[in-house]
């Protein structure tokens, strides 16, 4: 019975993994020409692509629109701070590149600062402006001016402005300003719209938000990366790639918006409610996310301004509570969060005294288990006592062979005559399954493992470790000891339990377990492995405590 719990508990392990791999992952590109294309959600139709030798398409001005008072030359400004630096570009007033100065592309001392829009080019600058609505229709992109220098450092402590502006021929005047702090990862963006001409001017402003998931912000087929909306009524909704290319983002009010990684984010908190007003695919691995205010009618004189704070970092639970109450939600610990977070909370705790998120690993798998000792001690005495009937069980199978409920029947009252109740092996597993996926998703999710050392070479807990590479027929293979050696602990701790009760086609199916575990192990994170190694160390050291016990009272009756 505890060999059949193990079974399932293995194979409900590897059900939820495929299913993940198979079902969360991302949609397959676009066909070509689809890759910018909105989804439902705008509601907007995508203009056939002009015949070869069609003459380009007019200028804004001559089409009916804006055109700019004077013509400028795009240029560069980058902010820099302690924290990060950012690079603006005035085509368009959005950001080009975010390096996060804390955070490397790469584990050791070659890596560089990780440029969390995925430092993919070319790139349309995330948070350029969106004009929806525009009548009469403003240029796309706008070609802002600004007499910001090209360099600005901002200290811990100090606050620094960027004024963007544009004004056209007819005295429309549009202006962008970014408000950066030294000590933050967050800054604000402001949008103001005056209306100097003599007619009436619909605008509807807003900002756009573009994510590349290449490289360091690709994740992997387990963790979510997409958009994510935070609504007052429903709560938060998460659309992966797959949900983009398909049109399901809802044209819904939000409270924030956020083009998200499985490490960072970007996240868009108006000053208030803005609408969620197109979302697409942005080539084979990004994404593209709208939001805007309410559009407003300017007579002439008029002005309308709309704002958002902006957070682009790290999803660190406490950066993120500072930023948002429901922010922390963007870090997604799976079904079994109420159990996920106070684990990783232990495992941070713990990483104050050590310094080392290997160690806490290890020590949180003992505390837990510490905690399931009695019930996994009382799943072992079943379980020998099981073995000890096997062989009347056998004999009753053979007198009882082509009358399967009269040998049920009869196995039961055998289980009752000697007091066994054959589920209490498997309910003290059951009750182990919950923790085993919870701490499974906590560790492959929290960024504090990301590039973080173990020991020797092992300098990655959220990356498959990487002892060398074996060539062979012209391939190379990574070899990785750790995953080795829990196939090994697998192995060794299948042998010590009994196969009480299993036929001979359940024993072979079990003997192929540890094989292909090493293989499901073999691209998982680090820390993961660890843990399942160390667990399966432990489970060992108990099975052979208990046997020792069980010899020993078997010699003293004897």
């Known amino acids: 019975m ?6 399932a508990i293995a194979l409900s392990i590897a059900v939820l993994i495929g299913y ?14 689809a890759a910018g294309k909105d989804n439902a959600a705008a509601g907007t139709p995508v203009p056939a692509p002009a015949a070869k030798g069609a003459p380009a398409p007019a200028p804004a001005s001559a089409a009916g629109g804006l055109a700019a008072k ?32 804390g955070y490397k592309d790469a584990p050791g001392p070659t890596g560089r600062p990780l440029d969390i829009l995925g430092g993919k080019k070319p790139l349309q600058p995330t948070l350029s402006l969106y004009l929806d609505e525009d009548r009469p229709p403003l240029p796309s992109p706008l070609a802002f001016s600004s007499d910001a220098p090209a360099e600005i450092a901002v200290k811990a402590g100090e606050t620094r402005s960027v004024l963007l502006t544009w004004e056209s021929t007819t005295g429309v005047r549009v202006s962008r300003e970014y408000v950066f702090h030294g000590d933050k990862y967050e800054f604000e963006v402001r949008v103001q719209t ?3 001409s003599r007619e009436p001017v619909t605008v509807r402003p807003g900002l756009e938000l573009d994510q590349v998931y290449e490289g360091e912000l690709a994740g992997d087929s387990y963790s979510f990366h997409g958009v994510v909306v935070g609504s007052g ?17 809802e044209k819904s009010p939000a409270r924030w918006i956020a083009a998200d990684a499985k490490y960072f984010t970007w996240i868009l908190l108006p000053e208030r409610e803005w609408t969620v007003t197109r979302a697409s695919l942005m080539g084979e691995t990004g994404v593209r996310v709208a939001g805007a205010d309410t559009a407003a009618t300017l007579q002439p004189g008029d002005t309308v301004r709309a704002g958002a704070r902006v957070f682009a970092g790290p999803k660190r639970s406490a950066l993120l509570e500072a930023t948002g109450t429901d922010l922390p939600d963007l870090i997604d610990f799976g079904w079994f969060a109420v159990v996920a977070k106070p684990l990783v909370f232990l495992m941070k705790a713990s990483n104050r005294v050590t310094g080392n998120y290997g160690i806490d690993i290890i020590l949180l798998t003992i505390l837990i288990k510490i905690l399931f000792y009695p019930l ?118 299948q042998k010590m339990t009994p196969s009480a009760g299993m036929e001979p086609a359940q024993q072979k199916m079990m ?3 540890p094989i292909i575990f090493t293989f499901m192990f073999w691209s998982f994170p680090t820390g993961l492995v660890i843990y399942w190694l160390v667990n399966n160390v432990l489970a060992i050291g108990q099975q052979m405590l208990y046997n020792r016990k069980a010899e020993a009272a078997k010699a003293v009756t004897a």
């Open 376 to 493: 996994t001690q009382k799943s072992i005495v079943s379980m020998r006592k099981m073995q000890e009937l096997g062989p009347i069980i056998k004999t009753l199978k053979e007198k009882y062979k082509g009358d399967s409920q009269r040998l049920n029947q009869e196995t039961m009252n055998l289980y009752k005559t000697y007091k066994i109740n054959p589920l209490s092996g498997c309910l003290p597993m059951v009750a182990q399954i919950p923790v085993f996926i919870a701490l499974y998703k906590g560790l492959l999710v929290t960024i504090e493992l990301r590039h973080a050392p173990f020991f020797l070479w092992v300098n990655d807990l959220s990356a498959p470790e990487h002892l060398w590479d074996f060539a062979v027929a012209g391939y190379t293979v990574p070899i990785r000891l750790l995953p080795l050696l829990m196939g090994i602990s697998m192995f060794v701790q």
């Open 20 to 33: 993940q791999h198979f079902y969360s992952s991302d949609s397959p590109p676009p066909p070509p020409g």
């Open 511 to 513: 003997l192929f377990m």
């Open 233 to 249: 009524k429903s709560g938060l909704k998460r659309y992966d790639l797959k949900d983009i290319s398909k049109g399901k983002v």
């Open 2 to 7: 505890e060999k059949r719990m193990m079974l």
């Open 70 to 101: 004077t013509a400028v030359s795009g240029r560069t400004i980058t902010v820099r701070t302690p924290l990060y630096s950012a690079s603006l570009v005035t085509e368009g007033g959005g950001v080009s590149s975010f390096l996060l100065s």
């Open 194 to 196: 005056t209306n100097g």
